[in-house]
C-alpha cells in the first residue's frame, strides 16, 4: 500500500510538469498581455517596455517559465496586474469555491445516489421511469438555462433568495448555486447508481445474503450498495476537480467571486501569472483526488489490494 | 495569520453591510436621509488605485469620489471648472502660474499644498513608477528626462518645468504652447497626494486616502469597496447620501437582475440584451444621456493599399455604405447617435461639436457609395475585413450589421465581412504591431472635454493613440496653431479646420456617439450621468 502511494505521488510530476508547461505556453500563445492594460489606447512605449521587464516578460519563454516554476516551489505565485499577489487572490477564490463545491458533493451524494438506489430497486415501475425522465430533461438543459431560471424565478420573482451572492459566500446563500452546478452530475450520479444497484442485484453474493436470511436493510446497504458505489466513487472522485475548475457559468450567474470567476478575468486580462497559478492548483486538486479515488476502491471492494 | 487577516476582513465588510442596512431603514421613515448608504454596481479596477495609473472608468469612479483635483468638469455641461485652483495665470500659453486655494485637507487631516500636487505630478511623470497615464505629463518641460522614450535611461525623477513659490503657489512651464492646458487639469491623473502616499505606498494602495468628498471604509479587493461620506469636507459639492458601497459584478446581467430584485440600488452599465425590456421594468428610473464616447472605423495607413492616392474616395465610399440610422435604432436601441463629426455632443457648439460637419460623407447612399469606390479603383483585395475584439462590448453585433449594409450597397455579398479577435490585449496587441488586415474597430473615450483630445492624440502624426497612423502636414499643422491661438474660440475654430482636412481623407469613418445609461432603484433620486459616463455619486439623494 505504501509504495503504492508513492509510486502514484511520483507518477504525478511529469503529469505536473507538463499540464503547468501547456497552459504556459497557451497562455503566451495569445500574445503580449501588456498592449491590453491602456484601455482603448497605445500604451506609452517607454511604461509598456518597464512593466515588461517588471513582470520578466521581456525573456525568453523557456526562461520564463524556468523563473516561474522556481517560484512556485518557493510558494510564491507571482504578482497580478492589478498589484495583488496570486497567492492572496487564491486565499479569497479558494475558500469560497471550495464552499460551493462542497455544497454541491453533498447534493451529488445524498439525493443522487438515494434516487439511484430508490429507482435502481423498483427498476421499471413508475418511480423509476419519473426519474429517469427528469434525469434526461437536467441532463439535456445546459447549466446557464438552469441557473438563470432559478435565479429569476426564485430572486427575483418570489424572492426566496438573493440573486446574487455576497462577498462572504456563506454556505447558506450557497445552496441554490450549489445546487446548479451539481444538477447535471447529480443526473449522472443517479443513473450511475441506479444501473449498478439494478445489475447487483441479481448477483450471487446478493441471492446468498437473502437466502442467509439478513434483514432487506442490511442487504442493501452492506452488501448491495457498497459493491454498486464503486464507478460512483470514481466518478464523484474526478467530478471535484471539475466542478471546482467548471464553476465558471455558475460563479457568472450569481456573481461569486471564487476560482471561475479569477480564472476568467485573468483570462480576459491575459493575465499569466494568475491564470497558470489556479490552473497549477486545480491540475493538483485533481491528482490528489484521483488518488484518493484509486484508494477508496480497496475500502470498498476487499478483493482489490494495492502492492 | 493571512487566516486572521482574511477574517478580519469580512468582520469588517459585515459590519458595513449591518449599519448599511440599518441607516438604509432609517432613511425611508425621513425622506432625503443623508445618512442612508447606497449599493452600485462596479467592475475590478485593472490597475492599482493610483491616480496617473489608472485609466479606465471603473477606477476613475472611485478616484472620482475620493479625490478633487484643480479643476472639476461640470457634471452636467462639461465645462471645466476651478475646485482647487484659485487662480491660474498666463501670459504666454506656456508658462503658468497656479494659487491652490486655502483650507483644503485630505481627509487624514494633511494640508493640500502646492507641494502635493508637484510631488504627485513628479510621480507620474517618473518612468520607474510604471504608471499608465505618464503621457499627460508629457507637456511639461523636463517629461523627456523623466520619461525618455525607447529604451533610454532616466535621467531625473523630477520635472524641471514644475517649481513650488510658496505654499499655496507653484508654476508650470510647458515644452510647447498649449492654451487649453488649465482646462487639462480636471482629469483624475493630475489629483493631489497626501505624504502617506509616498511614506506608506502599500498601505495607500490598499485603502487610499484623498481630498474628496468621500472617505474608504473598507476595501475588499475583488469584490466590494465602501466609501462614506467625510463630513470634514471642505468644498460645496458635499455629498447628499451617507455613503456608496460598490460591488463588483463580473456580469452586468447578474447586476441587473439584483437591481430587479431589490438587492441593488444602482446600475450603470445595463447589459444590450436588457435595453428592449428597460423601459418597461424601470420606466423613468431609466436614464440614457450622452456621453463623451465615439465609436469610429481606423484604417490601417501601414498598409500601401489603403494609403495610396484614390483611396480616400473609397473611404469616403464605405462610409456612405454604412446606414448608421437604421443601426442605431435596431441594434442599440437609440442608445447611440449616429455620428456626423469626429467630436461628441457634449463638448457643446462652443466648445467645438459641429453637428453635420462630416456632410455628405457620413450620410447614407448607396448609389453614391458605389461609384466612389469604384472610382477610387475598388476594394483592396476585393473585400474587406472588420477587425474587432470579440470579448467584451458585443462589437460582433454591430460589425456585422456594418457589414451587411455595406454588403447591400455595393450589391456583393462578399465585399465586406468581420475579423474577430479573442481578446481584447491581443487585439490591442495586433493594432501595436501594425498587421491590421483593413479597418478595425477604434473606440474613443475623451480624457477631459475639448476639441483637442478628440483630435491631436488620435490624428496628430505619430500621436500616442494614432492607430492607423493616419498622417497630413496640413491637419498637423492646424492642429499646432489651435495650440498656440491664446482665445478659445479661434483656438476651436482652428481645430474645426482640420478637422475638416480629416473629413476629406477620411482618416477614419466616424460612427456613432456613444450615451451612458444607467438604472437605479426607486429609493433613490436625483441620478446623473456625467459626461464621462460616470455617475454623480455625491448628488444622489436616499429615500
Known amino acids: 500500500m505504501g509504495r503504492y502511494v508513492v509510486r502514484r505521488l511520483l507518477q504525478m510530476i511529469p503529469v505536473f510538469v507538463g499540464s503547468t508547461l501547456l497552459i504556459f505556453l497557451m497562455v503566451n500563445v495569445m500574445g503580449d498581455p501588456i498592449a491590453g492594460l491602456c484601455g482603448d489606447k497605445q ?9 515588461e521587464k517588471e513582470f520578466g516578460l521581456d525573456k525568453p519563454v523557456w526562461q520564463q517559465y524556468l523563473t516561474y516554476m522556481g517560484n512556485v516551489f518557493t510558494g510564491d505565485f507571482g504578482t497580478a496586474f492589478n498589484g495583488q499577489e496570486v497567492t492572496e487572490l487564491m486565499a479569497t477564490a479558494f475558500p469560497v469555491t471550495i464552499r460551493l463545491t462542497i455544497v454541491a458533493i453533498l447534493f451529488e451524494v445524498v439525493i443522487g445516489i438515494t434516487l439511484g438506489v430508490i429507482t435502481g430497486l423498483r427498476r421499471g415501475r413508475p418511480v423509476d421511469t419519473t426519474v429517469l425522465m427528469f434525469t434526461l430533461v437536467v441532463i439535456s438543459v445546459p447549466t446557464f438555462v438552469t441557473g438563470l431560471l432559478l435565479q429569476l424565478l426564485l430572486g427575483v420573482e418570489w424572492g426566496w433568495i438573493k440573486p446574487s451572492v455576497s462577498t462572504e459566500a456563506t454556505f447558506g446563500e450557497l445552496i ?10 447529480l443526473a449522472y450520479v443517479t443513473r450511475l447508481t441506479r444501473t449498478s444497484i439494478a445489475e447487483n442485484k441479481r448477483s450471487d453474493y446478493v441471492r446468498t445474503a437473502v437466502a442467509k436470511g439478513l434483514p432487506r436493510r442490511r442487504v442493501i446497504t452492506r452488501h448491495l450498495l457498497r459493491n454498486s458505489l464503486i464507478p460512483v466513487v470514481t466518478f464523484i472522485g474526478t467530478d471535484i476537480g471539475a466542478l471546482m475548475g467548471g464553476a465558471i457559468v455558475t460563479e457568472r450567474i450569481f456573481n461569486i467571486h471564487g476560482v471561475g470567476y479569477q480564472l476568467y478575468q485573468g483570462i480576459l486580462r491575459q493575465n499569466t501569472q494568475t491564470v497558470v497559478g489556479f490552473v497549477t492548483v486545480l491540475v493538483l486538486v485533481f491528482l490528489v483526488a484521483n488518488l484518493i479515488v484509486d484508494l477508496l476502491y480497496a475500502v470498498l471492494d476487499p478483493r482489490i489490494r494495492y502492492a | 495569520m493571512r487566516g486572521a487577516t482574511h477574517a478580519k476582513w469580512v468582520a469588517c465588510a459585515t459590519a458595513a453591510a449591518l449599519t448599511a442596512t440599518a441607516c438604509g431603514g432609517g432613511g425611508s421613515a425621513s425622506g432625503g436621509d443623508t445618512g442612508a448608504v447606497l449599493s452600485s454596481s462596479w467592475g475590478d479596477p485593472q490597475n492599482p488605485l493610483e491616480p496617473a495609473n489608472t485609466n479606465e472608468v471603473q477606477g476613475g469612479k472611485v478616484l472620482d469620489m475620493i479625490f478633487r483635483s484643480l479643476k472639476r468638469y ?178 452586468n446581467n447578474t447586476a441587473y437582475t439584483d437591481l430587479m430584485a431589490g438587492n441593488l ?49 473609397v473611404r469616403t465610399g464605405l462610409s456612405r455604405a454604412i446606414n448608421r440610422e437604421q443601426i442605431t435604432d435596431t441594434i442599440f436601441q437609440k442608445t447611440r447617435t449616429p455620428a456626423t463629426d469626429w467630436t461628441s455632443p457634449v463638448l457643446g457648439e462652443d466648445g467645438g461639436f459641429k453637428e453635420g460637419l462630416c456632410g455628405d460623407a457620413c450620410e447614407y447612399d448607396a448609389a453614391a457609395a458605389k461609384k466612389l469606390i469604384e472610382e477610387g479603383g475598388g476594394l ?3 473585400q474587406v475585413k472588420i477587425t474587432y475584439n470579440a470579448d467584451t462590448g458585443s462589437h460582433g453585433q454591430w ?52 476639441i483637442q483630445n478628440f ?25 499646432d496653431e489651435a495650440n498656440a491661438e491664446t482665445d478659445t474660440a479661434k483656438a476651436v475654430a482652428k481645430f474645426q479646420e482640420a478637422e475638416e482636412v480629416l473629413r476629406d481623407n477620411m482618416g477614419a469613418i466616424p460612427l456613432w456617439y456613444q450615451n451612458g445609461s444607467a438604472g437605479y432603484s426607486d429609493r433613490l433620486s436625483n441620478v446623473k450621468l456625467n459626461p464621462f459616463s460616470v455617475p454623480v455619486y455625491d448628488e444622489i439623494k436616499v429615500g
Open chain 2, 74 to 251: 461640470d457634471p452636467e455641461t462639461g465645462k471645466a471648472e476651478d475646485m482647487l485652483a484659485e487662480k491660474i495665470e498666463t501670459s504666454d500659453s506656456q508658462t503658468f502660474t497656479i494659487t491652490v486655494k486655502d483650507g483644503w485637507t485630505f481627509s487624514n487631516g494633511e494640508k493640500v499644498t502646492a507641494q502635493s500636487f508637484v510631488d504627485a505630478w513628479n510621480y507620474g511623470a517618473s518612468l520607474k513608477n510604471n504608471q499608465k497615464n505618464a503621457y499627460f505629463f508629457g507637456y511639461i518641460e523636463g517629461y523627456d528626462k523623466t520619461h525618455p522614450e525607447n529604451g533610454g535611461k532616466q535621467s531625473a525623477d523630477t520635472l524641471s518645468g514644475l517649481d513650488v513659490v510658496d505654499a499655496r503657489t507653484f508654476t508650470v512651464r510647458l515644452n510647447q504652447k498649449f492654451s487649453t492646458f488649465p482646462d487639462t487639469l480636471g482629469y483624475p491623473a493630475y489629483a493631489p497626494l497626501p505624504k502617506a502616499f509616498f511614506d506608506d505606498h502599500e498601505a495607500w494602495v490598499k485603502k487610499p486616502v484623498g481630498n474628496g468628498p468621500y472617505t474608504v471604509d473598507s476595501y475588499t479587493k475583488g469584490s466590494q469597496m465602501s466609501l462614506r461620506a467625510w463630513d470634514g469636507y471642505p468644498g460645496d459639492d458635499k455629498a447628499q447620501n451617507g455613503g456608496v458601497d460598490l460591488k463588483v459584478y463580473t456580469d
Open chain 2, 265 to 313: 440600488d444602482l446600475v450603470d452599465d445595463v447589459p444590450a440584451s436588457q435595453l428592449k425590456n428597460v423601459r418597461n421594468d424601470l420606466g423613468d428610473r431609466y436614464i440614457n444621456t450622452p456621453a463623451g464616447i465615439i465609436q469610429t472605423l481606423a484604417f490601417p495607413f501601414y498598409d500601401d493599399a489603403w494609403n495610396k492616392p484614390g483611396m480616400e474616395k
Open chain 2, 455 to 479: 483630435l491631436q492624440p488620435l490624428y496628430y502624426t505619430n500621436a500616442s493613440s494614432n492607430d492607423g497612423k493616419w498622417t497630413n502636414k496640413d491637419f498637423d499643422k492646424l492642429v
Open chain 2, 380 to 382: 483592396p483585395g476585393g
Open chain 1, 43 to 51: 500604451c506609452d512605449p517607454a511604461t509598456a517596455a518597464q512593466l
Open chain 1, 176 to 185: 441554490v448555486p450549489g445546487l446548479v452546478l451539481a444538477s447535471v452530475s
Open chain 2, 399 to 450: 460589425v456585422d450589421a456594418v457589414c451587411n449594409s455595406i454588403n447591400n450597397a455595393l450589391d456583393n455579398d462578399r465585399a465586406c465581412v468581420g475579423n474577430p479577435v479573442g481578446t481584447f490585449a491581443d487585439f490591442r496587441n495586433q493594432i501595436g504591431d501594425e498587421k491590421m488586415p483593413g479597418p478595425f474597430r477604434a473606440g474613443w473615450q475623451m480624457d477631459y472635454p475639448l
